[in-house]
């Protein structure tokens, strides 16, 4: 995944509560066997509204979703994290997140930012008064800011997922720093253990 440091842009006030991963994505798309596509079924049972706030105009390009507290709960699916950065958000800034669903969203780069009460309030409130205020998410102080409201909040997040988020170090790329280790041990294991077959060899049908 690519390394995240800002994430600066417009926002989309979501002014509801408890938003579940299928309210995020319906389970009609999870048949999708593709990772990409994701986008067009982001809430898309409210995008049947005419006024839900995703359809405005004046939010559109935003690069930042601002939700009510306890955002992503529900099921596990990763396709919840997926929708929302196919449709082109990069942070998601909440009082609360699910816990699983904060999780899936640091493996694959979506920044879950989760500040206080109070601060969610003065978030939203501002964006909704003013859809073209800049909001700024800062990986590397740990703040969102937005300078024209004066708000600056604080979120917390531990080093080590952090620290993955700034490098864009997903699973795969973590274990991949380890790639010298893994070839050195590879090259004393016992010929008698399981081994998998490289693909050259299920290409050639040996």
């Known amino acids: 995944m690519e390394p995240v440091r800002i994430v600066s842009g417009t926002a989309v006030p979501l002014d509801r509560s408890d938003v579940d991963t299928d309210q ?20 898309s049972e409210w995008r049947d509204q005419r006024d839900f706030v995703l359809n405005k105009a004046e939010h559109a390009g935003a690069t930042i979703l601002i939700a009510g507290p306890n955002f992503g709960t529900g099921s596990s699916r990763e396709h919840a994290v997926w929708a929302l950065m196919d449709y082109g958000f990069k942070a998601v800034i909440s009082p609360q997140f699910g816990d699983i669903f904060r999780n899936n969203c640091t493996k694959a780069g979506l920044v879950p930012a989760e500040v206080d009460a109070d601060a969610g309030r003065a978030l939203l409130r501002a964006v ?36 993955r988020l700034l490098e864009g170090l997903d699973d795969i790329g973590l274990t991949l720093r380890h790639s010298q280790d893994i070839s050195a041990h590879e090259l004393h294991r016992p010929d008698w253990m399981p081994s998998v077959p490289s693909p050259s060899v299920h290409a050639t049908g040996g």
């Not at 995020?24 to 809430?43: A, H």
């Open 24 to 43: 995020i994505i319906p389970s009609d798309w999870l048949k999708r066997v593709e990772r990409t596509g994701f986008g067009k079924g982001l809430f």
């Open 128 to 163: 909704a008064d003013d859809p073209t205020l800049e909001v700024t998410v800062d990986l590397e102080r740990l703040v969102v800011v937005v300078p024209a409201a004066g708000i600056e909040a604080p979120f917390a997040l531990d080093p080590f997922t952090q620290h």
